[in-house]
């Protein structure tokens, strides 16, 4: 039984296809998450990196603004915090960069390290998984594990979060908790 009315129909059917559907469009092959999540990485980066002609004080090119941005230089709130960088929302409260926040959250510090070498796509998946020492008969296990969980991970606005007056009364006593 159709519960969706004729006016809305055409576009159910176009939200729903197997390319746009986070659940059933899932690339099951190493090859079709690889591509999945270089393709989405490379999109994030700016266009131009540096500004042309202009040379900076030490000698180096100067970097465009949207470059700096992108690299966090801008409104690194403190060194290193690559978190806080890639997480940045927009006015909508979109993510900036919703790959390098997926990047970010998945665990451990050793699996992002692997991700983030390996959607750089300078290399090929094999050469990276040694570089990490990855046994080679276990690199593509490996690697499909690690995408696999960049998938799930991956949003482009943050979940929402429920307000305090939200929460029941127990979940309010439990967040209240004081564990010293």
């Known amino acids: 039984m159709n519960l969706r009315s004729?006016?809305?129909?055409v576009e159910n059917d176009i939200s729903s296809r197997k390319g746009?559907?986070?659940i059933?469009?899932?690339p099951l092959t190493l090859r079709g998450l690889l591509l999945w999540a270089q393709?989405?990485?490379a999109l994030e980066a700016p266009g131009k990196m540096h500004s042309g002609a202009r040379i900076e004080e030490d000698g180096d090119p100067a970097m465009t603004g949207e470059a700096k941005g992108y690299i966090g230089f801008h409104d690194a709130k403190e060194p290193n915090d690559w978190r806080g960088i890639a997480c940045r929302l927009d006015k909508d409260g979109q993510y900036l960069t919703p790959m390098r926040a997926a990047i970010e959250g998945v665990q451990p510090l050793e699996r992002r390290r692997f991700l983030r070498s390996l959607?750089?796509?300078?290399?090929?998946a094999k050469d990276v998984s040694r570089l990490h020492e990855i046994?080679?008969?276990c690199s593509g296990d490996v690697t499909h594990q690690s995408l696999s969980l960049l998938w799930d991970r991956w949003r482009d606005k943050p979940l929402p979060r429920p307000s305090?007056?939200?929460l029941s009364q127990s979940q309010r006593d439990a967040e209240t908790?004081?564990?010293?």
Do not use: C, M, N, S
């Open 6 to 9: 004729a006016q809305y129909q």
């Open 20 to 22: 746009r559907d986070r």
């Open 24 to 26: 059933r469009g899932k």
């Open 39 to 41: 393709r989405g990485y």
């Open 119 to 124: 959607l750089v796509a300078e290399f090929h």
């Open 135 to 137: 046994p080679d008969w």
């Open 164 to 166: 305090w007056t939200d």
């Open 177 to 180: 908790v004081d564990i010293a």
